[in-house]
């Protein structure tokens, strides 16, 4: 992934190959029960923002939260594919031109560059609705009630009290919307942001194994308050690899949130302070797992690599 191994980045790595496997089942050309056709040019460009790149960290954290359940492989794999394929649809859309306007996604050229913005729009879209069609497949769970769970938890972790009201807020912020412009959010404001934004996908991934697996109500408590605190951590790496970042590793641009007047938590808290956040997330979320014991070693493994990751 970067040229180092660990045991943790062989099982990160190898949990994106089967993602990636999966996908690349799925997203064919070839209509399933209920569709006409699929467009070629619309599945080129699918494929593309969908395929080949990316940590895949939040299936792993759906696969690996799954495993303290003992939840068959397969089932897991789809509800990760699934949150995955949200995920590609988010970044297409946040580069877009009238987003954050960006040539550089995976070290590749964004989708729209690649293709055309009304193409890109659409591939977003296709992933976008295709994650809650996995979810409500059997192979992801033989349980209605669950798969139902799953699909309600998802659209309120993507939608518009999640993620895309959290793209909206930053959006809000930038001063896109007033002549005032940048708001300063202040310390609440930006974690509401940004819990919204980033966490959201990142709480549910945690969740969504306590879901498939039928865990208790402590036990999905500890995931949420886990998967809450990996949230927060990554978006504050997110914000410290923009300002120390190096852009050949990190896949995008970096430098860009300063001038587009984002709103980061080192903004609020200064390089130090949003260091010194990190390690106290990386401690709350061990903390939060502390009642499964030593079979959660990997997940916290997650809260580390989240913390000191530099792509
Ligand atoms: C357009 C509705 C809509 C939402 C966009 C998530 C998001 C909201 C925008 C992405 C902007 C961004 C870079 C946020 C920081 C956190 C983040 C999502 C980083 C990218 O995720 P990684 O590092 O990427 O998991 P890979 O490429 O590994 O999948």
Known sequence: MNGKTSPFLNRLEATAKEVDELLDRLLTTTPVAGETARPVRLMEAIRYSSLGGGKRFRPFLVVESAGLFEVPRPQALMAGAA?????????????????????????????????????????????????????????????????????????????????????????????????????????????????????????FACQAGGMLGSATPQQRKALERFGAAVGQAFQIADDLLDVEGDTALVGKQTGKDAGAGKATMVDVLGIDGAKARLRELVGEAEQALAPFGNGAAILIEGAHFVADRRM
């Not at 609705?129 to 409500?136: K, P």
């Not at 798969?147 to 009290?161: S, T």
């Not at 919307?177 to 930006?190: I, K, N, R, W, Y």
């Open 83 to 203: 949150l995955e394929c949200i995920h590609c649809y988010s970044l297409v859309h946040d580069d877009l031109p009238a987003m954050d306007n960006d040539d550089l996604r995976r070290g590749q050229p964004t989708a729209h560059k690649k293709f055309d913005e009304a193409t890109a729009i659409l591939a977003g879209d296709g992933l976008l609705t295709f994650a809650f069609d996995l979810l409500s497949r059997t192979q992801t769970h033989p349980d209605p009630a669950v798969r139902v769970e799953l699909v309600g938890a998802l659209a309120r972790a993507a939608g518009l009290g999640g993620m895309v009201g959290g793209q909206m807020l930053d959006l809000a912020a930038e001063g896109r919307f007033s002549a005032d412009g940048p708001q300063h959010l202040g310390e609440e404001g930006v974690l509401t942001l940004q819990a919204m934004k980033t966490g959201a996908l990142l709480r």
